[in-house]
């Protein structure tokens, strides 16, 4: 079975706090891949990044970076710094194999305070 | 065009009522989806099309739901007899095609359904 978990449901800081969002999942295949969304309150979910299963490279973008670690199946996302406009609900989610569906997690609601 | 567009952004109908809902992907997207989102809740997958052809529609609730995809373009889910539990905002996702799976979604806006 494949499934995504995100076991923190809300989070708040205060801005300029560090903030890592978990995300673990499940899967039987060898070949799939792991991304991030980004839904802020306007709703349109925004891509952020995509990883894939041979590839364990970490990867730092701004203010954000993503630790994959497939000895504990985790693809955490770390916020650095946050600020207001960081406030959404973070999905990660999950392609395995040769299937195009995507699997996502519950989400993680992220609200940054002034 | 430049992103997935969505139409009609809000529809209000009447329990029983048929409805339609339009997607129009980005321009060579082969890979097309659609997703369920409750009020607060996380995204239920309904069907996915690799070109006109729905390899996956596993998650489609009832017999009252059903989407088509025509020249590998636009597609329509329609939902038949509207109940009041099929209120929900769905979201249609494109990307290119998912023959080995490393292509990311890009969604539209949504269409926010609610069902009196």
């Known amino acids: 079975a494949q499934k995504v978990t995100q076991a923190q449901t809300e989070i708040s800081v205060v801005e300029k706090e560090d903030v890592t969002l978990d995300c673990v999942y499940e899967?039987?295949?060898?070949?799939?891949?792991l991304f991030w969304y980004k839904q802020p309150p306007s709703g349109e979910l925004v891509f952020l990044i995509r990883?894939?299963?041979?590839?364990?490279q970490n990867e730092i973008s701004g203010r954000y970076s993503w630790n994959f670690q497939k000895s504990t199946s985790s693809f955490n996302f770390t916020i650095t710094a946050s600020q207001v406009v960081d406030s959404a609900v973070y999905f990660c989610?999950?392609?395995?194999?040769?299937?195009?569906?995507?699997?996502f997690g519950q989400g993680t609601t992220l609200q940054v305070k002034p | 065009g430049a992103g997935v567009s969505q139409s009609p952004s809000n529809k209000v109908t009447e329990k029983g009522k048929d409805v339609e809902l339009r997607c129009d992907p980005i321009?060579?997207?082969?890979?097309l989806y659609w997703y369920r989102q409750s009020l607060g809740q996380g995204l239920e997958f309904l069907i996915y099309?690799?070109?006109?052809?729905?390899?996956?529609k596993s998650g489609l609730p009832s017999d009252r739901f059903s989407a088509e995809r025509t020249g590998g373009s636009v597609s329509t889910l329609t939902i038949q007899r509207t109940q009041q539990e099929d209120s929900a905002v769905y979201l249609c996702?494109?990307?290119f095609g998912t023959g080995t799976g490393n292509t990311e979604a890009f969604f539209g806006q949504g269409t926010r359904l609610t069902v009196v």
């Open positions: 996702a494109s990307s």
């Open positions: 899967t039987r295949d060898t070949t799939y891949y």
């Open positions: 990883r894939n299963s041979f590839d364990e």
């Open positions: 989610a999950l392609r395995s194999g040769n299937t195009g569906k995507l699997i």
């Open positions: 321009s060579g997207h082969t890979a």
């Open positions: 099309f690799q070109g006109n052809s729905a390899p996956d």
